[in-house]
């Protein structure tokens, strides 16, 4: 079998199915008016295909359903958090493991270990729950992401890379003393999904540790970022996912994880460091904030379910059939004309707002709106990420405005076949030509912390 001729063949058959519900455009249209124009208080059973996230909604093998009734649900020691230890070590090659209930469990933990108030925190680009936790610690955000990670049409193959100069200059400006690591997230989820390459990794690990700095990664898509490498950095090509996956995190001291994602678990996260003193702290925070060191919130039963995924992430096959399918619906869209940031990502497809809807002001939540005409138009569920899930300066109370407005057609995992991302893509396409009639949004009800979530909108 070629699977260069069918790189989205999939490595598994279906055994279980979900029935989904096709609604009228009139249900759709109340429908996204009661939820305030906001996809996120939508009824799910009001969706035909939900690409609102991949997280915790991709679909569990049989082998993670087996796993699920083994669950040890001891109070403490439980055997699946040793299993989950094993995993844990065989993929990513940590020392310690923080159970958590979800990734923003584990940037709490890590958050709250490493940061002194007043001190910075550089990133490759932000994401919502890490800055939030990371400002709640009392930190500053820094972007010191490269520069094309802000142009949807700049082809670079990895746009998630850190920019050396951008990090060597805050060093210098603000005093290593003064900065608390650098995370670095692999894929860059608000970049589209963008890839970090090895060598941008090795080196931006070189400058932190002379510098004394830790390097934190945000492991969340770690085996798709490690694909990405194996297909487009030199020397990666006959590398196995799980070989290049240790390499990467060789040059970091930490690791933040959501398992939703790459493992398919429906819940659960992770801290992970090498440093003795910090895990003994970030266990002595974990039985406050999430649940006894063996299970972090989680039930035993998860641990096992994502014990299992991360082994199963790990593998080639499952990781190309997994970007392959993002490719279809990108290229779908891209031969159709449609504005997508580009190269297409590891997790979903985003659609630049901006160009998309060019009548409408990013002030007006151009890319909120286009959610919801999506929804309206084609029961196709999706995501602002842009000027809304920025959201606002801590201190000037501004609202951050991103270069990126986007919606993000999420792909969840296992999930959906090509059929149904040839139906999102002749939705998206049919909203195009509609583009002239596109009316944007005021907002009516803004949340303090994460408003993307809980915000109301009304049509202007
Ligand atoms: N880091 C990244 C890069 C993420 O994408 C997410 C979650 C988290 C951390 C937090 O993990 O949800 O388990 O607490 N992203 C989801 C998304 C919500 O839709 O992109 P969590």
Redesign the pocket.
Known sequence: MDFKKYPMAEPYKIKMVEPLKVTTREFREKAMKEAGYNTFLLRSEDVYIDL????GTNAMSEDQWAGMMLGDEAYAGSKNYYHLEDAMHECFGYKHLIPAH????A?QLVSRTFIKPGQYVPGNMY?T??REHQELAGGIFVDVICDEAHDPNDESPFKGNVDLNKFEKLIKEKGAQNIAYITV?VTV?LAGGQPVSMENLRAVGKMAHENGIKVVL?A??AMENAYFIKKREPGYADKSVKEILREMCSYTDAA?C????DFHTNIG?FAACNDDDAATHMRSLVVVYEGLQTYGGMAGRDMEAMARGMLEACNDDTMRHRIAQSEYLGNKLIEAGIPVVRPIGGHGVFIDAKAFYPNVPQEQYVAQALAADLYVQSGVRS?ERGIVSAGRDKVTGHEHKPKLETIRL?IPRRVYTQSHFDIVADGVIELYKERNKARGLKMVYEPKALRFFQARFEKL
């Open positions: 609102l996230t991949d997280s979800q990734g923003r469990g940037e994401f729950t890490t997230g989820n945000d969340t898509r933040t959501s398992g939703k994602k996260g995501m999420t």
